[in-house]
């Protein structure tokens, strides 16, 4: 014979109810916090979110013979199609510079940053929308490894950190 259908008065779901709700009970809430802490920093770290790093391996020349889509003006500046790019972290001498010593040295930046830029692939950061200077230009910051373009022209004498406190020139002394 057929058990006759009994309907549930809802104990069991409570039952279940009251033991979850003493489950999260028992962990403490510094555990809780500190794995959402985790969580969102891992988020936050992933590729795609936040600074965006795009691998470049394009041949460069210097912009007086401009015959490629990709040049260099001066040791802080360089075009790509119609794009002006300026390096972040590091302030090169001007060409047209005060002197003839900072001219000089402004020379010996742009061949150093042509040298670095078709060393081989490299890799340029601010994401899909950067920042501007005042120019116009794109500010970003370039790397091989880890290996920064700025540290490696500052450490060359090439060129000065820039950055907070920074005074312009110094060049001509």
């Known amino acids: 014979m057929a058990k006759p259908l009994r309907f549930d008065s809802g104990r069991k779901r409570h039952r279940r109810r009251q033991t979850r ?7 403490p809430a510094w555990l809780v ?3 959402a802490a985790g969580a969102i920093g891992w988020f ?13 391996n394009t041949a460069f020349t210097l912009c007086e013979n401009r015959s490629s ?3 260099v003006i001066d040791g802080d500046t360089i075009m790509i199609g119609k794009r002006k790019i300026r390096m972040s972290g590091y302030n090169a001498p001007e060409l047209a ?3 003839s010593a900072e001219k000089t040295l402004a020379l010996k930046s742009r061949a150093a940053l ?3 830029l078709n060393a081989g692939p490299f890799l340029m950061g601010g994401g899909d929308e950067p920042p501007y200077d005042k120019y116009g230009r794109e500010l970003r910051e370039f790397r091989r490894g880890n290996d920064w373009l700025a540290d490696w022209m500052i450490r060359r004498d090439l060129a000065q950190q820039s950055g907070w406190g920074f005074a312009r020139g110094g060049w001509c002394s």
């Open 69 to 71: 889509s990709a040049c």
């Open 44 to 56: 936050v770290r992933q590729p795609g979110n936040g600074e965006i790093w795009v691998q470049q």
């Open 33 to 35: 916090i500190a794995i």
């Open 21 to 27: 709700a003493r489950f999260w009970r028992r962990i």
């Open 114 to 116: 042509l040298q670095w």
């Open 97 to 99: 510079g005060e002197c």
